[in-house]
């Protein structure tokens, strides 16, 4: 599976992925648009794949109730330990691909 590309040319299909995580979360400090503002900085912690998004977002919405902060800040986000699946030292080895401990199909 190929990353969502983004770019100043190309971030349409990355900004409605992160607009429905967006109109989805419900936490008491967020505002519609909190996340879109974090688009650039989501990417490049997870270089466009879902997994890590999806990932990182809920990790980020946890912290955020179990804290009392209710919404997700760029600083959480920088200080979290989320590896896009390219950047894994197994793979960049030559070895099976995986995302925090666990196996993803090597593409084809």
């Known amino acids: 599976m190929n990353p969502i590309p983004y770019s100043p040319e190309e971030y349409g299909t990355w900004h409605e992925v992160i607009k429905s995580f967006d ?31 999806s990932y990182l977002v809920c990790q980020a919405a946890q912290e955020a109730i179990e804290t009392g902060i209710e919404t997700i800040t760029k600083e959480y986000v920088a200080s979290r330990s989320v590896r896009p699946i390219f950047e894994h030292p197994d793979h960049a080895a030559g070895a099976a691909r995986s995302f925090n401990g666990l196996a993803l199909p090597t593409p084809e």
Do not use: I, V
């Not at 936490?27 to 890590?52: F, V």
């Open 23 to 53: 109109q989805n979360l419900r936490l008491h400090h967020h505002s519609p648009g909190d996340l879109l503002d974090l688009a650039a900085h989501l990417h490049e912690r997870t270089g466009g794949y879902m997994k890590p998004l």
